[in-house]
């Protein structure tokens, strides 16, 4: 399979063998594009945060501003780590154990990973990781 994915008309085929080529080219496809997205938007926020350093005389033009500044510096930092998460899926699709669950080894699922291309754990362990934390954290 060609390095380049047309992720608009590839279709994912359940059929197919669990983490086939064409499957790993499409999920790496997805990862990146994703990525360079989240970066571009990076590079337009600081862009747009330069501008908008201008110094306000009024008091509310200008707490407006810091308010829309922190908002702004707190979406990137989201951003920031879910970055990291691409980097890693990445990593686990070099290494070969992208797509199965970290806690049980089974397959994660084509449409979840479709979804949530970084997820890590299958919808039932996902649910039981949910539930524990919800158990300690309501004591």
């Not at 390095?3 to 997805?30: C, H, P, T, W």
């Not at 306000?56 to 407006?64: I, T």
């Amino acid at each position: 399979m060609s390095e380049k994915i047309d992720l608009s008309n590839f279709v994912l085929n359940e059929g197919d063998e669990f983490m086939s080529a064409n499957q790993r080219a499409y999920f790496r496809a997805k990862l990146n594009a994703w990525k360079n997205d989240i970066l571009r938007e990076a590079r337009e926020t600081l862009g747009h945060l330069a501008e908008e350093s201008a110094n306000h005389p009024d008091l509310a033009d200008r707490a407006s501003s810091e308010t829309d500044r922190a908002i702004e510096l707190r979406a990137r930092d989201r951003q920031r780590k879910l970055i990291s998460k691409i980097d890693a899926a990445l990593q686990r699709l070099d290494e070969g154990t992208y797509g199965y669950c970290e806690e049980t080894g089974e397959p994660i699922g084509l449409k979840r990973l479709d979804a949530r291309p970084i997820a890590t754990l299958s919808i039932e362990a996902q649910e039981r990781h949910e539930r524990r934390e919800k158990v300690y954290r309501d004591e």
